[in-house]
């Protein structure tokens, strides 16, 4: 079965750092991109990062550049999203995404979505 | 960066209606274009990519068109299941972006 199974996040204080994973299953995962896209509370969505099949190109929101990395690990079919320096307005649901094979960043498939909350 | 406008922000139909969502490109994206639906409590799902192609499994009910700044998600006869909130995302350049969103309420 096509599945993405998302980990981490939790509650942190402003300044500090949290690391998310997400698990594919039921696919070729080295051949598929990936995405990480956030939602605050009643709001809409903001795409994060995406991270290409093989890992060399990596791409970020301007509200996460310098804070957030985007990485992934193949031979553990696991894409993780490292943030660092959190800020209040980093609080969301954060979904992990799968690109299609022939249109990379299409979001076909999605995690059930992992809580994030920056707060002192 | 690339800015979507979706409009309305907020729609209310009756079942049976025919219903159009517009999203604007603050520059030209050629076809590269997704529209999603999401419920309360769940993850976004797929129904339109590269403008007009229906996702596998989406009802024929939805539809896309347009290319370069302006297009089009229509529902052509509203559904119960259909009351949800509708995004449209580019895929043409780095950063990706989403438009606002349009909540499509039951009237």
């Known amino acids: 079965e096509l599945q993405l199974l998302q980990s981490g996040g939790g509650l942190e204080q402003p300044g500090g750092s949290l690391r998310l994973s997400c698990v594919g299953s039921?696919?070729?995962?080295?051949?598929?991109?990936m995405a990480w896209v956030r939602q605050a509370p009643g709001k809409g969505l903001e795409w994060v990062a995406a991270?290409?099949?093989?890992?060399?190109?990596?791409n970020y929101a301007d509200s996460v550049k310098g804070r957030f990395t985007i990485s992934r690990d193949n031979s553990k079919n696991t894409v993780y999203l490292e943030m660092n320096n959190l800020r209040a307005e980093d609080t969301a649901l954060y979904y992990c995404?799968?690109?299609?094979?022939?249109?990379?960043?299409?979001?076909?498939?999605w995690g059930q979505g992992t809580l994030v909350s920056v707060s002192s | 960066d690339i800015q979507l406008t979706q409009s309305p922000s907020f729609l209310s139909a009756s079942i049976g209606d025919r219903v159009t969502i517009t999203c604007r490109a603050s520059?030209?994206?050629?076809?590269?274009l997704a529209w999603f639906q999401q419920k309360p409590g769940k993850a976004p799902n797929l129904l339109i990519y590269?403008?007009?192609r229906l996702q596998s499994g989406v009802p024929s009910r939805f539809s896309g068109s347009g290319s370069g700044t302006e297009f089009t998600l229509t529902i052509s006869s509203l559904q119960p299941e259909d009351f949800a909130t509708y995004y449209c995302?580019?895929?043409?350049?780095?950063?990706?972006?989403f438009g606002g969103g349009t909540e499509v309420e039951i009237k």
């Open positions: 995404a799968r690109g299609m094979p022939s249109r990379l960043y299409y979001c076909e498939v």
């Open positions: 039921g696919f070729t995962y080295y051949s598929y991109a």
């Open positions: 991270i290409s099949g093989n890992g060399e190109s990596r």
């Open positions: 520059q030209g994206i050629s076809i590269e």
């Open positions: 590269a403008a007009s």
């Open positions: 995302q580019q895929i043409k350049s780095f950063p990706l972006t």
